[in-house]
């Protein structure tokens, strides 16, 4: 008898990254293709990182620090918060697996909104807790009074995706203050903020500042969108008391953000006027894609983030499939919608054009509504 995994683990489907374009451009005999599936940024890494990160790889016969203590301080003192509300993680993603290790498990549930980030489900079974999913609201918003209810004596974490990945939509202040305000504060509130550095409604709050106070609250943050470092993986979270961030730390799989990773980011943090002129690139670039795909008669709603979502319904799949054809890779959600990255201005008007093709000739399958 072969050994088996626990039977929960051997339902869980596998995480899906993004297809690998140049596997797509070979199999259509394309020179390249491009990839609008994964939320990287199309910029190159600034010349500071790329020397912080030559100058690292020279000691790398040597493990990384642990605490990452320079890159902690230099976040406690971007963030205006003391040192041990700091836990740093090998991406967002891993501070999620990370802050369920530590407050959740099993007979205990987790709830967030669906369609949400693909990975909570996953991690959440992974912990040997239960998921419990909230439908989002028609205009693929948050719905708090929802999750609020949802609420028992079995939750221990709440997920808040603000911007909500995949659809780009964001929390406001007030709803968002009144939510907090009604989960008990024995429930730990985790704002994901992967694409913080891409708002521009002045009504999307900061959640840093909201879990000043807040015992119960924590913020995660990514270097991997905004500062361009996803294939370093490193991450952070903010908790609004240092037991929070206490108790992540010590799920943190030893050395698992590197010494090249950690220089990455600090030199980052130094370069933040550079980074963030860019995110200010990719916003107005991003509403100019939503405009054009407006103008279109596609219904796009408003996001704060540097991608776009296309809810398709039952047509998603024809319209990713449609795109691969074209030499574009975006993000499908069967039975949704797809999720399409801002790239450069040339690619995403060659995605503007495959939506203007569709939308003209795909008689088989629903329009971009």
Known sequence: MPVRPRADIAALPAYKPGRNPADLARELGLPSAVKLASNEVAYSPLPSVVDAVTAAAGTMNRYPDNGAQLLTEALATRAGVAVGRIAVGCGSVSLCQQLLQA????????????????????????SAATPVMVPLKDRYDHDLDAMA???????????????????????????????LDA????????????????????DVPDGIELAAGR?????????SKAYGLAGLRVGYLVAGD?????????????????????????????AEDELLARCNDVVVER?????????????????????????????????????????????????????????????NDAFLAIVSRWQRTSSASEPVT
């Open 103 to 126: 407050y959740a498990g099993p007979g205990d549930e987790v709830i967030f909104a669906w369609r949400s980030f693909e990975a909570y489900p996953l991690l959440v079974t992974v």
């Open 149 to 179: 209810a949802a609420i028992t004596d079995r939750t221990r974490i709440v997920f808040v995706c603000t911007p909500n990945n995949p659809t780009g939509t964001a929390v406001r202040r007030d709803a968002l203050t009144r939510f």
């Open 183 to 202: 989960v008990p504060d024995t429930v730990v509130v985790a704002l994901d903020e992967a694409y913080r550095e891409f708002v521009s409604d002045p």
């Open 215 to 223: 015992p119960n609250v924590c913020v995660l943050r990514t270097f």
């Open 242 to 270: 240092p037991s929070v961030a206490e108790a992540v730390r010590k799920t943190y799989v030893p050395f698992s953000v590197s010494t090249v990773a950690q220089a990455a980011a600090i030199a980052s943090l130094a």
């Open 287 to 347: 509403e100019r894609v939503v405009a054009a795909l407006r103008e279109m008669g596609a219904d796009v709603p408003d996001s704060q983030a540097n991608f776009v979502w296309l809810p398709l319904g039952d047509a998603t799949m024809d319209f990713a499939a449609a795109c691969e054809q074209s030499g574009i890779i975006v993000r499908p959600f069967a039975g949704d919608g797809a999720r399409v990255t801002i790239g450069e201005p040339a690619e």
